[in-house]
Each structure stands twice: as structure tokens, then as C-alpha cells.
């Protein structure tokens, strides 16, 4: 299980408080005074939410406590629901090859370029890559498509012919889907 990292930055008395309550949270709590020791400790963690009092930092994952007093039980609630959003972040980007899948967006992306595709496409690419084989026309047909394999139809070659299509363009990769004897597969 991933290690929520709860860390507290420039703000001593909120620490205070949430240490003697440590035993009943689900994170673990570090508090840092300087930006370069904060930079230093979330360098090494994936899983990291900074709590501080004021924006002046240009980081990622900061939740920001300026409307104080704040109940405690909300503002557990408030660290849990980023917590949360993280996860959901963090799960939604696939890396196949030197590509990363953008499930959210639906983007596919390598260094700055970026490509839209489909739901269809998405999940085409999301099951070849879980096969580790070539993967069929009728299976792909059955498993993405939804359609019954004696329907003649050439629904997966369109699809993709088209996918690679639009692979090529943006990147300029011509064998990201490569054709089998037995079907499609990602290399």
C-alpha cells in the first residue's frame, strides 16, 4: 500500500496538532521550515501532499490553509479528499513504451507533442498492451468492440489503420502497432 506523506510547511502549530493525532491518521506527518529542505523531501516520494498557510511555493500537490480557524474533522476531511485526487491523478497515466496514455484526457503524449484520441482507440491500445501477443481481429472485435465474431465486419482494420495513421503524424512512429500473422500487437 502507498504511503500518504503529509507534509507540513512553515507552519509549526498546525504540526503540533496533528502529531498528537498521528495514532488515528492514515498519513505520516513531516514538518519542514526551508524550501530547499521541502524540495529535498518530496524529491524521493510519489505520494506527497504539502500543507502550508501561505501560497508562495511553485510546487505540485499544496493545499492551502488560509481561511483559519478550521475545524479539525473538516480539515482531516479536506487532506483525505486530496489524497484522493492524487490517486485518481496518479492511476489515469498508463506509460506504454515511451508514451504516456492520458485516460482523463484521453491524450497521448511524448516529450511536448500530444495527441487526441478516442475511447475506442484508448481502449485498443490499453488492451493490446495488457496482451503481451498478437491479439486476433475477432478477439479485439469481442473484447473492445462488442461484436459477435461470425458478424463480417472490418470495423478493427479501419479502426486500426486509422489509429496508426494518426500515430505516424503526430510522432512520426510507424511501428508502435505492429501487424502480426496473428493479429495486432504493441511493441
Not at 132 to 139: I, M
Request: with cysteine.
Amino acid at each position: 500500500m502507498n504511503v500518504h506523506n503529509l507534509i507540513i510547511y512553515k507552519f509549526i502549530s498546525l504540526y503540533n496538532i496533528l502529531e498528537e493525532l498521528s495514532s488515528d491518521l492514515n498519513f505520516k506527518i513531516d514538518h519542514v521550515d526551508g524550501e530547499n529542505l521541502l524540495k529535498n523531501e518530496i524529491k524521493n516520494l510519489n505520494n506527497y501532499l504539502i500543507i502550508t498557510n501561505k501560497k508562495n511555493l511553485n510546487m505540485n500537490n499544496q493545499l492551502v490553509l488560509d481561511d483559519k480557524p478550521i475545524n479539525i474533522f473538516t480539515l482531516i476531511e479536506k487532506i483525505n479528499i486530496e489524497f484522493l485526487k492524487l490517486q485518481f491523478y496518479n492511476q489515469s497515466q498508463v506509460k506504454i513504451n515511451h508514451y504516456i496514455i492520458d485516460l482523463n484526457s484521453r491524450e497521448m503524449l511524448f516529450n511536448s507533442n500530444e495527441l487526441k484520441l478516442t475511447e475506442k482507440e484508448i481502449n485498443t491500445i490499453i488492451y493490446l498492451s495488457k496482451a503481451n501477443k498478437p491479439v486476433s481481429v475477432d478477439e479485439l472485435q469481442k473484447n473492445v468492440w462488442s461484436y459477435q465474431s461470425d458478424i463480417e465486419t472490418h470495423t478493427v482494420e479501419t479502426h486500426i489503420y486509422r489509429l496508426r495513421k494518426k500515430i505516424f503524424n503526430c510522432f512520426g512512429d510507424n511501428g508502435f502497432i505492429v501487424s502480426k500473422k496473428n493479429g495486432y500487437q504493441i511493441d
